[in-house]
């Protein structure tokens, strides 16, 4: 067996506590949810607070023994989307372990961001926040740059729901994006049709709860247009259909 492990910028309190991934893997925490790939705990150290993400395989099908594990995709994605300018909650250690037979294991560790919201909570419990018009436009601006962003060089998210964009409620809020196993660069109709899929899940939520004026706002900003071409209502059209029948 053959252990990656890895710590960035820790504190003290942190290398101590996230030493290894042996220990990593047998904290115990408040659990958050647990799939059949993954658990997620939240665990206290010192003043601060964190989620260790642990993966009980490296993915799905092939992905369990060949190619980048899910684990691995997520810490590189994270830093990259560091790397470009996309704000993302700090990954703090991250590795894995190939098991015998070729399936691997790991585990990331990500400090907890202070007063902050899944975007879709945020719309769905109501918050006073989502009242806020100035607030509310800011937020789905920021949303649309970061989404751009990742796009213009090439990357889809590929589970860009909104339940994995964070924000907090400042006057001038910022938008956090997190959760991303399944993101990678991709060229060609590939990523036409991610691109489409990371717009159609942020609206699939969006839909419930913000106007079409709003809608059609965040997809100018996204495209950083003020009048829509023929091309853009093309897109719009296959971001509306593009969970029909599924």
């Not at 115990?28 to 658990?39: A, H, K, P, R, V």
């Not at 589970?159 to 924000?167: A, C, H, T």
Request: glycine share 8%; proline share 2%.
């Amino acid at each position: 067996m053959t252990d990656i492990w890895q710590l960035s910028n820790p504190s003290e309190l942190e290398a101590e506590q996230f030493e290894n991934l042996e220990h990593v893997l047998g904290a115990e925490g408040e659990q958050i949810n647990t799939s059949d790939m993954s658990t997620l705990v939240r665990v206290k150290v010192g003043e601060s607070k964190y989620y260790i993400k642990k993966y009980h395989r490296g993915g799905r099908h092939f992905r369990r023994r060949l190619g980048r594990s899910r684990v691995r995709a997520e810490w590189e994605n994270s830093h990259y989307f560091r790397q470009i300018g996309v704000p993302t909650a700090r990954l703090v250690a991250f590795g894995e372990r190939r098991k015998p037979f070729g399936d691997r294991i790991g585990a990331l560790v990500i400090e907890e961001l202070e007063n902050v919201q899944d975007m879709a909570n945020v719309l769905k419990t109501g918050c006073h926040m989502q009242q806020n018009k100035a607030w509310l436009g800011r937020v789905t601006q920021k949303i649309a740059k970061y989404t751009a962003m990742l796009h213009d060089k090439g990357f889809v998210h590929g589970d860009l729901k909104l339940r994995n964009i964070l924000v907090n409620f400042g006057l001038d809020p910022e938008v956090y994006i997190i959760d991303c196993p399944d993101g990678s660069i991709k060229s060609g109709m590939l990523f036409d049709r991610g691109v489409v899929k990371d717009i159609a899940c942020l609206d699939r939520t969006a839909k419930e709860f913000l106007s079409r004026t709003q809608r059609l706002k965040f997809y100018k900003n996204y495209k950083k247009v003020d009048k829509l071409s023929t091309d853009d209502k093309r897109m719009i059209k296959r971001v509306l259909t593009f969970f029909e029948g599924r």
